[in-house]
């Protein structure tokens, strides 16, 4: 897939014509109030590019997971009240997807006119790609952008199935993943070292095993180092373990050694007794964790290892906390990581998921290059997968 090559928004004569974007409006909400706006405020961009080029805008998501059935509680009319006042017009909202409200909105729309319709995802026809369903979504408009990075991965009516019956462009927002995602696989600025934290080897094997090929530097915290440890036959206590990937961790080291690598493991552990915030903890030598004792972050020589090896970077890509950031007792890992991240001067890439969030927390987010706005999205692309939404778009001429 060379998602460098596909069309843009800016590709397509949107003057006077309908346009379906598929935006990330999965926003997180409490009583039906907006807690963080950040995915609207992502998709203002592409919005306003339409409405200064006198577009028909009609904007889709979806939000949750309402299981195909309407269901109130999911419903989007909180996002149009919100982007209104972000774009300082009205908003128009229909009262359902495909229905008679969204196709009288549609064609009541003059150029410059911005409509939301209803969560894709009240019908079932969405997840399941149906042509029948893409086709009255497509019918809506005459032109097809895709901005909706965070659900690029999945071939769902609204992500992909449109693009069959549509001239198709990416928006801005996944234009900006892809230049960045896109380019540091493919053309990163040396030296390349990527982070991967997280619980669990199994989610991120395809990702190393593709990193393996370009990266210089590969460094694993979080729960999934223990496992790499168990296979340098060191004792990991309670900590977490996937007895069923040692193997896998034992052939990635040795790979990375073949292939001249640097694959770096932690070598001290802030252990605790139990799985707690406020448990009794200790630091600790990777090979020596105590039975009954289990690692919730990295130590502090291992900080300082990682940190030197961030230093001289010239792209950093980071994916996965280094320890259980959410409390207080087992953040300094990660905050060590990400202080570095910030200061190394690299083009970074966080993405997604608990590092963005770690990332914003610490008042870190205006130091990096690039915040993904999709985390499993941006784990598949690090695998080198082809990701269904980028590919069904058209290519340039």
């Given at each position: 897939?060379?998602?460098?090559?596909?069309k843009t928004?800016?590709?397509?004569?949107?003057?006077?014509?309908?346009?379906?974007?598929?935006?990330d409006?999965?926003?997180?909400?409490?009583d039906?109030?907006?807690?963080?706006?950040?995915?609207?405020v992502?998709?203002?961009?592409?919005?306003?590019?339409?409405?200064?080029?006198n577009?028909?805008?009609?904007l889709?998501?979806?939000?949750?997971?309402?299981?195909?059935?309407?269901n109130?509680?999911?419903?989007?009319?909180?996002?149009?009240?919100?982007?209104?006042e972000?774009?300082?017009?009205?908003?128009?909202?229909a009262?359902?997807?495909?229905?008679?409200?969204?196709?009288?909105?549609?064609?009541?729309?003059?150029?410059?006119d911005?409509?939301?319709?209803?969560?894709?995802?009240?019908?079932?026809?969405?997840?399941?790609?149906?042509p029948?369903?893409?086709?009255?979504?497509?019918?809506?408009?005459?032109?097809?952008?895709?901005?909706a990075?965070?659900?690029?991965?999945?071939?769902?009516?609204?992500?992909?199935?449109?693009?069959d019956?549509?001239?198709?462009?990416?928006?801005?927002?996944?234009?900006?993943?892809?230049?960045?995602?896109?380019?540091?696989l493919?053309?990163?600025?040396?030296?390349?070292?990527?982070?991967?934290?997280?619980?669990?080897?199994?989610?991120?094997?395809g990702?190393?095993?593709?990193?393996?090929?370009?990266?210089?530097?590969?460094?694993?915290?979080?729960?999934m180092?223990?496992?790499?440890?168990?296979?340098?036959?060191?004792?990991?206590?309670?900590?977490?373990?996937e007895?069923?990937?040692?193997?896998?961790?034992?052939?990635?080291?040795?790979?990375?050694?073949?292939?001249?690598?640097?694959?770096?493991?932690?070598?001290?552990?802030?252990?605790?007794?139990?799985?707690?915030?406020d448990?009794?903890?200790?630091?600790i030598?990777?090979?020596?964790?105590?039975?009954?004792w289990?690692g919730?972050?990295?130590?502090p020589?291992?900080?300082q290892?990682?940190?030197?090896?961030?230093?001289?970077s010239?792209?950093?890509?980071?994916?996965?906390?280094?320890?259980?950031?959410?409390?207080?007792?087992?953040a300094?890992?990660?905050i060590a990581?990400?202080?570095?991240v910030a200061?190394?001067?690299a083009?970074?890439?966080?993405?997604?998921?608990?590092?963005?969030?770690?990332?914003?927390?610490l008042?870190?987010?205006?130091?990096m290059?690039?915040?993904?706005?999709?985390?499993?999205?941006?784990l598949?692309f690090?695998?080198?997968?082809?990701?269904?939404?980028?590919?069904?778009?058209?290519?340039?001429?």
């Amino acid at each position: 897939m060379n998602a460098l090559n596909k069309k843009t928004v800016e590709d397509l004569e949107v003057s006077g014509k309908r346009v379906l974007v598929r935006c990330d409006f999965n926003v997180p909400l409490k009583d039906g109030v907006i807690t963080s706006d950040k995915r609207i405020v992502a998709s203002l961009p592409t919005i306003k590019y339409l409405i200064d080029n006198n577009a028909k805008v009609i904007l889709c998501s979806h939000l949750g997971r309402p299981k195909g059935e309407f269901n109130p509680e999911f419903s989007l009319a909180p996002v149009a009240a919100r982007l209104s006042e972000l774009l300082g017009k009205e908003v128009k909202m229909a009262s359902d997807v495909v229905g008679e409200s969204a196709q009288a909105l549609a064609a009541e729309l003059n150029d410059g006119d911005v409509m939301l319709i209803e969560n894709v995802r009240f019908h079932k026809e969405e997840t399941k790609n149906d042509p029948d369903f893409s086709k009255k979504l497509a019918d809506l408009a005459d032109l097809y952008v895709n901005d909706a990075f965070g659900s690029a991965h999945r071939a769902h009516s609204s992500t992909t199935g449109v693009a069959d019956y549509l001239p198709a462009a990416c928006g801005y927002l996944i234009q900006k993943e892809i230049d960045f995602i896109g380019g540091a696989l493919a053309n990163p600025k040396r030296p390349l070292v990527a982070i991967l934290g997280g619980a669990k080897v199994s989610d991120k094997i395809g990702v190393i095993t593709n990193l393996l090929e370009k990266c210089d530097t590969i460094i694993v915290g979080g729960g999934m180092a223990y496992t790499f440890m168990k296979a340098l036959g060191y004792s990991i206590g309670t900590s977490l373990l996937e007895e069923d990937r040692i193997e896998d961790a034992k052939n990635m080291m040795e790979t990375a050694k073949a292939k001249g690598v640097k694959f770096l493991i932690p070598v001290d552990n802030k252990v605790g007794k139990e799985y707690d915030p406020d448990t009794e903890a200790m630091v600790i030598d990777s090979d020596s964790i105590p039975d009954g004792w289990m690692g919730l972050d990295i130590g502090p020589a291992t900080q300082q290892l990682f940190a030197d090896a961030i230093k001289g970077s010239g792209t950093v890509i980071w994916n996965g906390p280094m320890g259980v950031s959410e409390w207080e007792n087992f953040a300094a890992g990660t905050i060590a990581v990400a202080t570095a991240v910030a200061e190394s001067g690299a083009i970074s890439i966080i993405g997604g998921g608990d590092s963005a969030a770690a990332v914003q927390k610490l008042g870190f987010a205006d130091k990096m290059s690039h915040i993904s706005t999709g985390g499993g999205a941006s784990l598949e692309f690090l695998e080198g997968k082809e990701l269904p939404g980028i590919v069904a778009l058209n290519d340039k001429d």
